[in-house]
Structure formats: structure tokens, C-alpha cells
């Protein structure tokens, strides 16, 4: 199977932005994080595309997801609890 | 069917089922997520043991320590009904599954209050938030409200007045947060404190553009032109699973007596849902652990 293409949009300070990035590192992940407090360019792409200012937002294969939804990652990532 | 079954993933649940586990129940942790309010709350220097620790590292702590015992737990799962059904209680999530159990154990928290004024759910996410800690970066060099006049209000201004370019305070009270935070924030240059306004309405189509506030004391209306609101007015409990069942107060939150006895045999609560006054980890930490222990004794007594 194809590894999934996880992008995470984030801030240093946000604790649930942390917990998306623990939950996926947990569980062997691979992801790629963009910082939006200071790369106002992915902070824009990232109000581009769901609209939202706020964060965590997280990506899985073009299906996005705004804060931090255990149960979204877990049935995105095919992982059982 | 479980022995206990304990609603809520904080400080209380977390506690609670650790004590579960040295009682050698058959038990269920269900939860939408580990650790709670504490995942947002930046710096704790009022846990025993530590004497600084940020949130969701504590969080992570208790984690460690639950999941090194034999219990089973289900995350990313919200409860929406706790019922009487036979010899126990029947336990339904969002998802539709069900949970059958001898006791339960509700310790679901509380979560952010609503404003409830119009534009506030529309413009959710676009501008309103709820967590400053979170989103405050976003809103850097523009023009911020942050409604509230409690500690989590004076908390969200002396953060974010590091990125906005000018940060509105509006309380409708005067300002009851501790006098050291309120000291820290009147020395910023880019503060307005309006106390005793209210927040009528939240103005914008897709992005925040502005709030609609009130004088209480001159009843003179403004608009303020802002990109975002901070909204922070206090929290409410997760106690909608059980209306009906338990007694609940003014306030929505489980009343319990001091055994964390709902008055329905079988079902306790405890920590941040309950009526017990201070809302503090230490506290919840204490409840949960207490609620179990009493609901142990309650099937101890169902077996013999």
C-alpha cells in the first residue's frame, strides 16, 4: 500500500497541534509539518483551502480536517484503537 | 457487560481508571481524547509532584501511567446517552455503538462557553475562536476583540497582544481576573479595556469584520472593526449525556454528594462536570479516584 500523504498545519504553542504530531508520530506516520505562525505562505494555503483560521489542520490525501480528531485520524490512517 | 464503565478521558477518568485496574475490574475507559481541558492549558505550577509542568505533558503522564494496566480504553469517541437498562446502564456514542456496564463513571468535564450571539457559529474557525493559545499566531499585525474579563480572558490578551497589531478587551463585568494579570496587560500600548459593554452581535460574511458592542452604563452602541474574536467567557459542563437520569444544578453540573453518589445506584461522576466546587486537576485527580472506589464498593455489595 501506498504511503499516505499527511500534511500538518500548525503552531509551536497550540497543545492539540502537538497532540496531532505525538498521535502521529505514535503511531509511525511520516508527515509533513508546516509551521503557519511564521510561513505566512502556508498559512495562506492553508486559509486557501478550508477557509478556517485555525489550527491544528491536518490533510490526509487531499481530505481535510480541522483540530485535532482522533477518530478521523485513526479511520484516515487505517489504524485500529 | 463491563463492571464500570467511566465516560471522559481527563484528570478524573484517567484517575479513575487506574484505580479500576488495582481493583481488578472489568472496566472501559470511552472518551473523545486524553487529558481534557489540561491539553490547553500552557503551564501548570499547581500539581504535587511537579513544580512546573506544561499541560499535555502531565496529560501524557497519566497516559503512561493508565495504559500500563489492563483496561480497556476507547479514544475518539463521544458518549451522547447514559440510561438505566436492566441490571446496569447502556452506554450509546455518537457513532451509534453501545456499551453495556454494572456501574459507570461520569467524568466528561466541561468545555468553552458560546457567546450565543448572531454571526458567532457562522464565523466559527473564520475569525471566532476559542482557544488563544492555539490560533493567537494566526492573527498577527491585525486588529483583535477578546471577549471576557475572568483569568482565560486576561490569559488570551497578555498572549495574544504579542502578534496583534491592537487587542480590544471586552468584558461586561469589570475585569474579575487575578490583579497580577490585569497589571501585566494594562502596561501594553496596544490594549483597549471596555468594561461593563456587551457583545450584541459578530459582523462578517465568510471572515470576521467586526463586533457589534453595547455600553451597559450609557446604552451607546459601536461597531469595532476586528479580524478575530477571542471568546472567553467562562466554560460548561459535559452533562448533557446524563439529563434526564442524574440531578443536575443551575448550572448544568452533576450534582454528587461526597461519595460521588448521583442518587441513581450505580452512577457516580466527578472532577470538572460535578457541582464540587474548584475546578482544579488536582481536585479532579482526587474525585475520579474517589468515584471509583465508591462504585467499587457498590458491586461489591450487588455480588455478595
Not at chain 1, 503552531?11 to 504530531?21: F, G, I, N, S
Not at chain 2, 484505580?19 to 481541558?37: F, N
Amino acid at each position: 500500500m501506498a504511503a499516505k500523504q499527511v500534511k500538518v498545519y500548525s503552531t509551536p504553542t497550540c497543545p492539540w497541534c502537538l497532540k496531532t504530531k505525538k498521535f502521529l508520530g505514535d503511531n509511525k506516520v511520516a508527515f509533513e509539518n508546516f509551521d503557519v505562525a511564521s510561513d505566512k505562505q502556508a498559512r495562506e494555503e492553508m486559509v486557501k483551502k478550508s477557509g478556517q483560521l485555525v489550527v491544528p489542520q491536518v490533510e490526509i490525501d487531499g481530505d481535510l480536517k480541522i483540530g485535532y480528531d482522533e477518530g478521523w485520524l485513526r479511520q484516515k490512517l487505517d489504524l485500529t484503537s | 457487560m463491563y463492571e464500570a464503565i467511566i465516560v471522559g478521558g481527563g484528570p478524573a477518568g484517567m484517575a479513575a481508571a487506574v484505580y479500576a485496574a488495582r481493583k481488578m475490574l472489568k472496566s472501559l475507559l470511552i472518551t473523545k481524547d486524553i487529558g481534557g481541558q489540561v491539553n490547553q492549558t500552557a503551564a501548570v505550577e499547581n500539581y504535587m509532584g511537579y513544580q512546573f509542568i506544561q499541560g499535555p505533558e502531565l496529560m501524557a503522564k497519566f497516559e503512561e501511567q493508565m495504559r500500563r494496566f489492563p483496561i480497556d480504553i476507547q479514544t475518539g469517541k463521544v458518549v451522547r446517552s447514559v440510561s438505566s437498562s436492566g441490571k446496569g446502564f447502556e452506554v450509546t456514542t455518537d457513532q451509534g455503538d453501545v456499551y453495556h456496564g454494572k456501574a459507570v463513571i461520569i467524568a466528561t468535564g466541561k468545555r468553552s462557553r458560546q457567546l450565543n450571539v448572531p454571526g458567532e457559529k457562522a464565523l466559527v474557525g473564520r475569525g471566532v475562536t476559542y482557544c488563544a493559545i492555539c490560533d493567537g499566531p494566526l492573527f498577527q499585525q491585525m486588529t483583535v476583540a477578546v471577549i471576557g474579563g475572568g483569568n482565560s480572558a486576561l490569559e488570551a490578551v497578555n498572549d495574544v497582544i504579542k502578534y496583534a497589531e491592537q487587542v480590544y478587551l471586552v468584558s461586561l463585568t469589570p475585569l474579575t481576573a487575578d490583579s497580577i494579570l490585569i497589571e501585566k496587560a494594562r502596561n501594553a500600548p496596544n490594549l483597549t479595556v471596555l468594561t461593563e459593554y456587551q457583545t450584541l452581535e459578530i459582523i462578517g460574511a465568510d471572515r470576521v469584520q467586526g463586533i457589534k458592542v453595547k455600553s451597559l452604563k450609557t446604552q451607546e452602541a459601536k461597531v469595532l472593526a476586528v479580524q478575530g474574536v477571542f471568546v472567553e467567557i467562562g466554560l460548561v459542563p459535559n452533562s448533557d449525556l446524563v439529563r434526564g437520569l442524574a440531578p443536575l444544578n443551575e448550572a448544568g453540573e452533576v450534582v454528587v454528594n461526597c461519595a460521588n453518589e448521583t442518587g441513581v445506584p450505580g452512577l457516580y461522576a466527578a472532577g470538572d462536570v460535578t457541582a464540587v466546587p474548584e475546578k482544579q486537576i488536582v481536585v479532579a485527580a482526587g474525585e475520579g479516584s474517589k468515584a471509583l472506589l465508591q462504585a467499587d464498593r457498590y458491586l461489591q455489595r450487588l455480588r455478595s
